[in-house]
C-alpha cells in the first residue's frame, strides 16, 4: 500500500521516450539501470523486460525490499538484478557488472519531492547523484513527481533537466549529464 505504481499509459510513454534516445522507440539498450525509491520494482523490471541488462534496485522500506526480491526470483530475474536495501537520500550504489549506470530512475515519495529547490532532500540527491554513482556520461535520469512541481528550472550539480512530461497529476522529468 506504500507504493505507488507508475500507471501503465505513462510507463508506456517513458519508454517510448527513453527508446526514442537511444534510438529503438519502446526499447532499453542492453545497458545497467538504476532503480531509486524502487518499492514494487515496476520500472526497472520493465526495464529488463524491454532489453536492459541490469538492473540494480535501491529500497529503504524491509517489507518492500523483500517483496521486490521474491518478486525477481519468481521473474527468475535474481542473475540480473541487485536488491541494495538503504536510503536512497544516503545513496551509495555498488559498481553494475558494465561498469557505469546508462539510466537511473528515481521515483521519490511525492512529500518527500515537493521541494524542488537545490537544498531540498531530492534536489541534493541530484546534485551528488553523479559523484556517487558510477554513471555514463550519457547517462539519462528519469524522476517522477508531482505536476505543479517544477526540477527543470535549475540544475543540480552536473545534471540538468532537459524535458518534462504532464500526465495529470505527475510529471517526469529527464535529466542528463551537463
Given at each position: ?157 552536473r545534471l540538468e533537466a532537459f524535458d518534462v512530461r504532464r500526465y495529470g497529476g505527475m510529471a517526469i ?6
Amino acid at each position: 500500500m506504500r507504493t505507488r505504481p507508475m500507471l501503465d499509459r505513462v510507463r508506456q510513454a517513458v519508454f517510448n521516450i527513453i527508446g526514442a534516445a537511444y534510438g529503438d522507440p519502446g526499447s532499453v539498450p542492453p545497458v545497467a539501470i538504476l532503480d531509486v525509491f524502487a518499492g514494487s520494482g515496476a520500472l526497472g523490471i520493465e526495464a529488463l523486460s524491454r532489453g536492459a541488462a541490469h538492473c540494480c534496485f535501491v529500497e529503504e522500506d524491509f517489507s518492500a525490499a523483500r517483496t521486490l526480491q521474491a518478486n525477481l526470483k519468481t521473474l527468475d530475474l535474481l542473475k540480473q538484478t541487485q536488491v541494495v536495501q538503504t536510503s536512497a537520500l544516503t545513496l551509495k550504489a555498488p559498481k553494475p557488472p558494465q561498469d557505469l549506470y546508462t539510466l537511473v530512475f528515481l521515483d521519490p515519495p511525492y512529500l518527500l519531492s515537493r521541494d524542488s529547490s537545490a537544498a531540498s532532500p531530492i534536489g541534493e540527491l541530484l546534485a551528488k547523484l553523479p559523484g556517487q554513482v558510477p554513471l555514463d556520461p550519457s547517462a539519462l535520469v528519469v524522476l517522477r513527481h508531482e505536476a505543479d512541481v517544477h526540477y527543470d528550472e535549475q540544475v543540480y550539480g552536473r545534471l540538468e533537466a532537459f524535458d518534462v512530461r504532464r500526465y495529470g497529476g505527475m510529471a517526469i522529468t529527464f535529466m542528463g549529464l551537463m
